[in-house]
């Protein structure tokens, strides 16, 4: 059963007046707060200071890796990054001679002492990217600083600076002035390696191979 209810025309007239102020009312409102959000909006864009949570922080690469800046340049105390790539770290000498003479094309690695371990290092870069370029499978970068800094200033004290450049050419000198200050056998070296390989991260390897055990001043860091 439904009952009816009756309603006066005055009734009605103030139901409708009063739904249409609501109606602007609303209006009023929404368009309120879209401004107040648009305002906080203007001035995050101005540039506050806040970085992002996904951008990288200033001085920082985006793709997250080292920053190369300075790689491969001596310092004024003779120290000198470097970027090896290695393929095992040994607790003797004789166990990384086995591993080399198992495997054919690590015929011109080399092995290098420090700290009571025996890195095996098929190759020396100046920055990071280059020796990931020359990586094979189970092989890595292994950053390290080769320290001359209780070295003379000539002779071995020169060997950082040497290797820190980028052709064989830059190993090569004819002034008898230069030539003097050069490590010894110098020349005799150069000529020995080049034959090993034309690669300057191959060359790199090599001489300090043959320069940092018998130099008695020169240093591995890692």
Request: aromatic share 10%; hydrophobic share 40%; glycine share 12%.
């Amino acid at each position: 059963m439904r009952f009816k209810k009756k309603y006066s025309t005055g009734a009605l007239a103030m139901a409708v007046f009063h739904g249409f102020l609501m109606g602007i009312g609303g209006v009023l409102l929404f368009g309120f707060i879209v401004m107040s959000g648009d305002g906080i909006g203007s001035k995050a864009k101005e540039g506050d200071g806040t970085v992002p949570v996904d951008a990288p922080a200033d001085g920082q690469k985006a793709d997250g890796g080292k920053n190369e800046e300075g790689a491969g340049e001596p310092t004024a105390n003779r120290k000198t990054a470097f970027f090896a790539v290695q393929h095992g770290v040994f607790s003797t000498g004789e166990s990384a001679q086995s591993f080399i003479a198992a495997n054919g094309n690590l015929r011109n690695a080399a092995i290098f002492p420090v700290d009571g371990q025996f890195y095996l290092w098929s190759s020396v870069h100046l920055t990071d990217s280059e020796a990931k370029d020359a990586l094979t499978a189970d092989t890595f970068v292994k950053p390290f600083t080769l320290d001359a800094a209780a070295c003379p200033a000539d002779g071995d004290g020169k060997l950082p600076v040497l290797l820190a450049g980028k052709e064989l050419a830059s190993l090569k000198f004819e002034d008898p002035a230069q030539k003097a200050g050069l490590p010894k056998d110098w020349d005799q070296n150069i000529g020995a390696v080049a034959q090993i390989s034309d690669e300057m991260s191959v060359i790199r390897l090599q001489l300090i191979g043959h320069y940092l055990p018998n130099s008695g001043c020169l240093k591995i860091e890692f």
